[in-house]
């Protein structure tokens, strides 16, 4: 079983910027390279979309065209963390955001839900004057 806790959201006005936590954790041997950890979000009324990914061991990055110039996926091993730093925040960026975690390479197939086997509860945003 992995364990996914996310936090640093809260209200922010547009044009300013957060940055998200994902503490990961797991069994006796677990080790964060083997995992691919997602964000997703979900507005209200609306479905879950992919916002980033950050891969394994090779610690490629993917960013949905939303995310692209405006956010950023990091990965700090020792801390077992993945962190996604949001600039440029917009109104439309509010919503729950959420990581998680998908066993080996997602490649190509890494905005899809059903790649991921855990979940964290999720933290919102909100990006209002």
């Known amino acids: 079983q992995v364990q996914l806790v996310e936090s640093g959201g809260g209200l922010v006005q547009p044009g300013g910027f957060l940055r998200l936590s994902c503490a990961v954790s797991?069994?006796?041997?677990?080790?964060?390279?083997?995992?691919?950890i997602g964000w997703f979000r979900q507005a209200p009324g609306k479905e879950r979309e992919a916002v980033s990914c950050?891969?394994?061991?090779?610690?490629?990055?993917y960013y949905a065209d939303f995310a692209k110039g405006r956010f950023t996926i990091s990965r700090d091993n020792a801390k077992s963390t993945v962190y996604l730093q949001m600039n440029s925040l917009k109104p439309e960026d509010t919503a729950v955001y959420y990581c998680?975690?998908?066993?080996?390479?997602?490649?190509?197939?890494?905005?899809?839900?059903?790649?991921?086997?855990?979940w964290g509860q999720g933290t919102q945003v909100t990006v209002s004057s």
């Open positions: 797991g069994f006796a041997g677990f080790t964060l390279d083997d995992y691919a």
């Open positions: 998680a975690a998908g066993r080996g390479w997602l490649g190509i197939s890494w905005p899809y839900r059903s790649m991921y086997d855990y």
């Open positions: 950050i891969s394994g061991r090779d610690a490629g990055t």
